[in-house]
């Protein structure tokens, strides 16, 4: 699975866009752009994913480069509850459907 | 539906002693692995299965055994214990389909201190 690289934290005021950047420079074309986020001490939880093209639903918006080698992830209004850390992931979709997490960001949001 | 639950939530084991954390999915997955997080660290992969009988060694295999013996429970043991292992299991389930692109759930996690 393609490597990527996230900043270690980043704060957001309560409120406003939450916007977390996540390089992927050695994605492949068949890899998947994956995000997920992890509220302190509970399982991680699924929040979008996407090939090339943007993709919104509920929780976020995620913009994918024309060229596919970063993305960012969106939080339109963010809240105290999105305080977590956030993990970008690029896979294909093969045997097993497995996912390999980096450390992530932290995001902290604040009032 | 319960979704995800692990047991038990919390552990604490002396050097060399075994035991098993269970996982159980009501929502019909095939596919189900085994996570452990370190402190300040992302999850690594210990073991996985993609159906009832079936298991496959993950990043991080080394001291863990699974069984899969139900499709809805997933079974990671410890024969002996090391304080390596102290660690936050999560357990995660999903479905499987050509294409793949089905989310994971995750469990609420086990902690493991091993003295």
């Known amino acids: 699975d393609a490597k990527t690289t996230q900043p270690p934290s980043m704060d957001c005021a309560e409120g406003r866009a939450a916007n977390l950047p996540c390089n992927h420079s050695t994605i492949s074309g068949n890899e998947y752009v994956y995000w997920y986020r992890q509220i302190h001490s509970q399982g991680p939880q699924y929040i979008i994913h996407g090939l090339k093209n943007n993709e919104t639903n509920e929780m976020a918006s995620l913009i994918i480069t024309e060229d596919r080698k970063s993305s960012t992830l969106i939080l339109p209004h963010a809240t105290l509850r999105d305080t977590a850390v956030y993990y970008c992931i690029v896979r294909v979709v093969e045997y097993g459907n497995k996912l390999v997490f980096g450390a992530g960001t932290i995001l902290r949001v604040k009032s | 539906n319960a979704g995800v639950t692990q047991t038990p939530k919390f552990r604490v084991l002396k050097t060399g002693q075994s035991m098993t954390l269970l996982c159980a999915q009501d929502?019909?997955?095939?596919?189900m692995y085994w996570y452990r997080q370190d402190p300040g660290m992302g999850l690594r992969l210990i073991h996985y299965?993609?159906?009832?009988?079936?298991?496959a060694k993950g990043e991080v295999p080394d001291g863990y055994n699974v069984s899969r013996l139900k499709k809805q429970n997933f079974l990671l043991g410890l024969e002996s214990a090391a304080p390596s292992q102290t660690s936050v299991y999560f357990c995660?389930?999903?479905?499987?389909?050509?294409?793949?692109?089905?989310?994971?759930?995750f469990g609420p996690g086990t902690r493991l201190t091993v003295t």
């Open positions: 995660a389930s999903t479905f499987s389909q050509a294409g793949g692109l089905y989310e994971q759930y």
């Open positions: 299965s993609v159906g009832e009988g079936t298991t």
């Open positions: 929502m019909n997955h095939e596919y």
